[in-house]
């Protein structure tokens, strides 16, 4: 079994995270491509593991993935681009920017989003760089520090 998508049938949802809600059909479709390729992901890539075992809580993506217990919704106001994440309650909000953005953007957000749930704090750069280590960014950003805004990977993002 592998994370959950919100489309209103978390019964189980934290009265306190009154900012995630259902995603509605086309964004479901999305988000559930979304978790085909990073099933497929972790299959092929052991370099995105190994770098998810090094966070704070220590697991792997593939581990995260497969928690049912994690669950995707909307999130809505949020003080973020892309997303944002609750680790206490392994719950993780993507914005409606991110829904609208390509699907790699939002492929992109969901695997920072898991490096939060993983442990990561909201500042620093280690939640960014998994998408590094997961093969969406360029070794030149890496070297550089300047954004391709081809690849999802943004070596300036900071939290
Ligand atoms: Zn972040």
Same mark, same amino acid.
């Given at each position: 079994?592998?994370?959950?998508?919100?489309?209103?049938?978390?019964?189980?949802?934290?009265?306190?995270?009154?900012?995630?809600?259902?995603?509605?059909?086309?964004?479901?479709?999305?988000?559930?491509?979304?978790?085909?390729?990073?099933?497929?992901?972790?299959?092929?890539?052991?370099?995105?593991?190994?770098?998810?075992?090094?966070?704070?809580?220590?697991?792997?993506?593939?581990?995260?993935?497969?928690?049912?217990?994690?669950?995707?919704?909307?999130?809505?106001?949020?003080?973020?681009?892309?997303?944002? /994440?609750?680790?206490?309650?392994?719950?993780?909000?993507?914005? #409606?920017?991110?829904?609208? *953005?390509?699907? =790699?953007? +939002?492929? !992109?957000?969901?695997?920072?989003?898991?490096?939060?749930?993983?442990?990561?704090? /909201?500042?620093?750069?280690?939640?960014?760089?998994?998408?590094? #280590?997961?093969?969406?960014? *360029?070794?030149? =950003?890496? +070297?550089? !520090?300047?954004?391709?805004?081809?690849?999802?990977?943004?070596?300036?993002?900071?939290?």
């Amino acid at each position: 079994m592998a994370f959950q998508i919100n489309i209103g049938d978390w019964k189980s949802k934290p009265s306190a995270l009154t900012r995630l809600h259902s995603v509605k059909g086309g964004d479901y479709s999305k988000l559930r491509q979304c978790r085909w390729k990073l099933i497929k992901l972790c299959k092929e890539s052991p370099a995105c593991d190994a770098y998810f075992r090094s966070l704070p809580n220590g697991r792997t993506l593939t581990s995260l993935v497969n928690d049912s217990d994690v669950w995707v919704s909307l999130v809505e106001p949020c003080p973020f681009n892309y997303g944002e /994440s609750f680790e206490t309650h392994k719950a993780i909000g993507v914005t #409606a920017l991110a829904l609208l *953005s390509s699907r =790699e953007q +939002l492929f !992109g957000t969901l695997i920072h989003e898991f490096a939060h749930i993983n442990g990561v704090g /909201s500042s620093g750069h280690a939640a960014e760089l998994a998408l590094f #280590a997961c093969g969406m960014g *360029s070794w030149k =950003e890496f +070297l550089t !520090g300047i954004d391709d805004p081809d690849t999802p990977y943004d070596p300036t993002i900071d939290g």
